[in-house]
């Protein structure tokens, strides 16, 4: 359970990093399900493209330590809200 640990953190974050994306950009958000859905997708592709850049903890990442939560914190949060952005300014284009 402990080696799935950083990516759980990852995909929940995302959830939150989508959420909070879709409340400051309110013309791109996607409703609450839509923003929780692409953000648990971009955090856990933001959080393993991070980690394999090395900036981030990957899901691989042994180390449960504090500098590890946060990071899988911050690139599962991060990946969200960018492709939950990136995903609106999609729907907005198609819809003109």
Same mark, same amino acid.
């Given at each position: 359970?402990?080696?799935?640990?950083?990516?759980? $953190?990852?995909?929940?974050?995302?959830?939150?990093?989508?959420?909070?994306?879709?409340?400051?950009?309110?013309?791109?958000?996607?409703?609450?399900?839509?923003?929780? $859905?692409?953000?648990?997708?971009?955090?856990?592709?933001?959080?393993?493209?991070?980690?394999?850049?090395?900036?981030?903890?990957?899901?691989?990442?042994?180390?449960?330590?504090?500098?590890?939560?946060?990071?899988?914190?911050?690139?599962?949060?991060?990946?969200?809200?960018?492709?939950?952005?990136? $995903?609106?300014?999609?729907?907005?284009?198609?819809?003109?």
């Amino acid at each position: 359970m402990e080696a799935y640990l950083p990516l759980i $953190i990852q995909l929940v974050s995302g959830a939150l990093g989508g959420n909070l994306a879709g409340k400051l950009l309110k013309n791109m958000s996607l409703g609450t399900l839509g923003n929780s $859905i692409v953000g648990i997708l971009g955090g856990g592709l933001g959080g393993q493209l991070l980690g394999m850049l090395g900036i981030g903890a990957g899901a691989d990442a042994g180390a449960m330590d504090m500098a590890g939560i946060i990071g899988s914190v911050a690139s599962g949060g991060v990946g969200g809200g960018v492709l939950m952005a990136i $995903i609106g300014m999609i729907k907005n284009a198609m819809a003109k």
